[in-house]
């Protein structure tokens, strides 16, 4: 059984660019929720993605985005970036949409936007 | 927005001591959850308590929950060197609404 997996790891981009994280879910588990965590603060919710459908979004503005793959891997996509978006981006799968049995982290991407 | 509120913010205890972070959370739950977090990576699922459960126990971790005050303890028991870290609780509200986390509370145990 693997877990979750993200990637890269880290990223620079510039203010304007755009950038695509990837994450792939634990075997079994259908959904994946996205975070975004600033420095000393704890995890904002962005979306999530339930069998490729999005089944939630934070307060999070349209040039958020994300994907959801048949093998249930997903993507997160951000255009225009700002300097406020720089975080550590986490990537987290489950077995079902109701949070019942709790959530399989990624070890995150750490995005920085200069 | 967050839902839930640890306190304290950071603690620092000695090893073999006791730790107890409380959390306090403002709408009604389904179920309350603690991660934990080495060093701004992924989080690690450490316990679940659901809404009509009053404790529950893992190794050295104790959750209580009190759903009439709205709020829940993680007590970390002959703390170790290794359990420094950030923990954060996170709620879930209702149906298919996602896990709503807190701010945390950064634990720092001196051998």
């Known amino acids: 059984e693997t877990g979750v997996t993200q990637s890269p790891t880290h990223l620079i981009k510039t203010r304007g660019q755009q950038v695509t994280l990837r994450c792939s879910s634990q075997?079994?588990?259908?959904?994946v929720s996205w975070y975004q965590q600033a420095l000393g603060q704890g995890p904002q919710f962005i979306f999530q993605y339930y069998r490729e459908e999005e089944n939630g979004r934070g307060n999070f503005p349209p040039r958020f985005s994300g994907l959801q793959f048949p093998n249930y891997s997903s993507e997160l996509n951000v255009n225009a970036l700002e300097l406020d978006d720089s975080a550590l981006y986490l990537c987290?799968?489950?077995?079902?949409?109701?949070?019942?049995?709790?959530?399989?982290f990624g070890s995150g991407t750490r995005l920085t936007v200069v | 927005s967050q839902q839930g509120e640890e306190d304290p913010q950071a603690l620092s205890i000695q090893e073999g001591e006791n730790a107890t972070m409380n959390c306090s959370y403002k709408?009604?739950?389904?179920?309350l959850q603690w991660y934990r977090q080495n060093s701004g990576r992924g989080l690690v699922h450490l316990i679940l308590?659901?809404?009509?459960?009053r404790e529950k126990h893992s190794g050295r971790l104790r959750v209580t929950l009190d759903t009439s005050k709205k709020s829940s303890s993680l007590l970390i028991t002959a703390s170790r060197a290794a359990d420094t870290a950030s923990y954060f609780c996170a709620t879930h509200s209702s149906g298919n609404t996602p896990l709503v986390f807190g701010k945390g509370t950064r634990l720092s145990v001196i051998a």
């Open positions: 709408t009604s739950i389904n179920n």
């Open positions: 075997s079994g588990h259908n959904t």
């Open positions: 308590i659901r809404s009509n459960e």
């Open positions: 987290a799968s489950s077995a079902d949409r109701a949070s019942n049995y709790g959530y399989t």
